[in-house]
């Protein structure tokens, strides 16, 4: 027997079967939804969802609609019910209840929020105006330490190659639409969407108390500055290269090549911290871009840029003016036609602000510690599974293998709420301020908590998510897997449910997470967290062109008339998507054998499916959605993750036990060649 092989098996962690035996019901999967009209090997996607989506039509204040809205509107109940019942309780003034209570009830507030109109934003705005050329660099300080980010940005993170410390990143910053395309692009979607943000910056800035000739100075302005700053931001696709984010400079060589910077003021008066001697600038250039622009722009149109920073980072906190404003240029970019609730997006204010405090409540009254104990069985079967694909890999050698292991045996796993909880007491909310001023000034508590972690070492126990979010993630600093309560329920995650059904959504999920670790970006970090290059050359170079090959598949995909998905920016979804369902269908067959189940069996089938189909099927059932031809194009520009539909039909050309599940054979639409096939993980 091969010794390494023996070694790789000794290192892997062992854990214990999850779920009870298989049902005889399907549970997560509504078997009325499949449409046996369309042929399983030509369009799972919708064999599976056309029922679902037929029940579930978008009504007007949806973009997109599927089983994660589902959950989040559950979710978001929920916290409704907890915020209500804290404001009947009649909350001690400084408490948690009380703060969270104001700030949604101030949201709700709309005659309170329309009468005060622009009033509470008109002092700075007048700062602004007022400022004489010789206070523009005390401006500029005074901005990045109060509102916004305009021309770059700058602030502690983890040292990408020492984890367990922070480092100072500085990147660039400043671009309203978010993606260069927006601003460089001149066909008709890329136009009408610029268009709509011209007419947005325009609107709000009257709705601020500008004249219209003033909004329109503003506005160009604007245009003409981001623009430069697009023109000089990395593509989606650059910006997926971890490595070249990572650029150490001493501070010496900051202000030699930043000069029109005062980095020194910069630190000590927008971060209150002494000048670091190391900066870590993330894209040399477009921050370089920021830096001309400050020496190169008139007062005049460095001012409006502000303006416009200032009355857009405000608008969210101020009347309905400014609210419908932003909505109508949301409508244009996914298509949604209508707001939603206003108690819902009042709901959101507490939540971003104090989601802890609304977690803590939110876990003690719908997650029960069980489901908690039956992930983590989940987990460890996982685990288990993918140490087996990485040992058993063909292209990968046996040096690399053991450095993967080493990674998957030391993650840390996460299940639905945090260890310790945020402590909110010293968060000023007060009744007689205006929501703006409180929203203000718990985003100033945030950031003071954020730059006190300077010089200490990084608390690796802290989330990224409240437990109240529908969602997982793979933090690659702290080699973590993380999963909120609110995504345990069903379809993904059903104590009562099949195994099959199970394995088919959350373990699907906790695979994708895993996988992660491995993918074009997470590979790139070791087993502590750290950018470091773990792998044999000859094994880098035939991930990568594995890699190459699963984003030509995405790439091939249309989403509509003249726009492709973008495999190359999707890659690392991809991959986990991939992965995970891999490495899911093995944990559960591997969870099958041990507790003696024959899944080849009639006794096995679950409403006259095989085990393997019943998978399958939850499977596409977790992406069940229905997506405006806006929100795709708003998507696939600017979101790493692949639509639902092509991350079901397009991932599972390269998985053979479909295939063998659902009889899939040559001449069926999914079926791919098994030469064709890209198989990673």
């Excluded at 630190?267 to 190169?296: C, H, R, S, W, Y």
């Excluded at 030509?552 to 920016?569: H, K, R, S, T, W």
Aim: net charge negative.
């Amino acid at each position: 027997m091969n010794f390494t092989k023996v070694l790789l098996a000794a290192a892997l962690i062992t854990s214990v079967s999850v779920c009870a035996s298989a049902e005889e019901h399907l549970k997560s999967v509504k078997k009325d939804y499949i449409d046996n009209s369309v042929k399983p090997g030509d369009d799972f996607y919708h064999h599976v969802n056309n029922g679902w989506m037929k029940a579930h039509p978008l009504t007007p204040e949806y973009a997109r609609y599927g089983v994660f809205n589902i959950l989040n509107d559950s979710a978001e109940k929920n916290v409704q019910d907890i915020v209500l019942n804290l404001g009947a309780t009649n909350p001690e003034k400084g408490s948690n209840a009380f703060k969270i209570w104001t700030l949604y009830s101030q949201a709700m507030d709309s005659t309170r929020l329309n009468a005060e109109g622009a009033a509470p934003i008109q002092a700075d705005l007048k700062k602004i105006e007022n400022t004489p050329h010789e206070g523009m660099e005390d401006l500029l300080l005074w901005f990045h330490r109060n509102y916004g980010s305009p021309f770059f940005d700058a602030g502690p993170m983890e040292d990408m190659a020492n984890s367990n410390v922070y480092a100072m990143y500085v990147s660039g910053a400043g671009l309203g639409m978010g993606d260069r395309d927006y601003y460089l692009l001149n066909d008709k979607e890329n136009v009408k969407i610029r268009n709509a943000y011209k007419k947005l910056i325009v609107n709000q800035m009257q709705n601020a108390g500008f004249s219209k000739k003033d909004a329109n100075r503003i506005m160009k302005n604007v245009m003409k500055i981001e623009t430069l700053l697009a023109d000089s931001t990395w593509t989606r696709e650059e910006s997926r290269n971890i490595p070249a984010m990572y650029n150490p400079r001493t501070i010496a060589q900051i202000k030699e090549m930043y000069p029109h910077i005062n980095w020194d003021r910069y630190f000590v008066e927008t971060m209150d911290i002494a000048t670091p001697e190391q900066v870590i600038v993330t894209e040399i250039n477009t921050v370089k871009q920021g830096d001309n622009l400050l020496a190169t722009l008139t007062d005049r149109e460095i001012k409006d840029f502000y303006l416009w920073k200032y009355v857009d980072q405000a608008a969210g906190s101020l009347g309905d003016k400014f609210s419908d404003t932003a909505f109508e240029y949301s409508k244009v970019r996914s298509g949604v036609e209508q707001q939603r609730p206003r108690w819902t997006r009042a709901l959101g204010v507490p939540d971003n602000l104090m989601g802890e405090a609304i977690g803590q409540l939110y876990v003690e009254k719908y997650f029960p510690e069980s489901s908690k104990q039956k992930m983590l069985e989940l987990v460890g079967n996982l685990q288990d599974a993918l140490g087996k694909h990485i040992i058993n890999l063909p292209w990968m050698s046996d040096e690399t293998k053991l450095k993967a292991i080493k990674k998957l045996n030391n993650f840390t796993v996460k299940i639905g709420y945090p260890d310790k909880w945020k402590d909110y007491s010293t968060m000023d909310i007060n009744p007689e301020n205006s929501l703006y001023e409180n929203v203000h000034n718990a985003e100033m508590w945030h950031q003071k908590e954020a730059l006190s972690k300077w010089g200490k070492p990084v608390d690796k126990t802290e989330w990224s998510m409240t437990p109240q979010t529908v969602n997982a993630y793979y933090n690659p600093l702290a080699n973590e897997i993380v999963f909120p309560a609110a995504i345990l329920q069903n379809p993904f995650f059903d104590p009562e449910a099949s195994d099959a059904e199970n394995y088919g959504g959350i373990g699907v999920v906790i695979g994708h997470e895993m996988s992660h670790g491995f993918d074009d970006q997470g590979s790139q970090f070791d087993d502590k967290g750290n950018m470091v290059n773990w792998w044999a050359p000859e094994d880098a170079a035939k991930f990568a062109e594995l890699t190459k090959g699963l984003a030509a598949q995405f790439d091939q995909v249309e989403i509509l008339p003249g726009l492709m998905a973008n495999g190359a920016y999707t890659l690392g979804e991809n991959i986990g998507d991939q992965g995970g369902l891999r490495v899911s269908h093995t944990a559960f067959l591997d969870a099958q054998k041990k507790k003696g189940v024959d899944i080849e069996s009639e006794d096995a089938l679950i409403d006259g499916f095989t085990p393997d189909q019943a998978f399958y099927l939850n499977y596409a059932n977790i992406w069940a959605s229905n997506m405006r031809d806006e929100e795709k194009r708003n998507l696939t520009i600017g979101d790493v993750h692949s639509l639902a539909e092509n991350r079901v039909n397009v991932t599972l050309r390269n998985i053979v036990p479909f295939f063998k599940a659902f009889n899939i054979k040559p001449g069926d639409k999914l079926y791919r060649a098994p030469e064709e096939q890209v198989i990673i993980w």
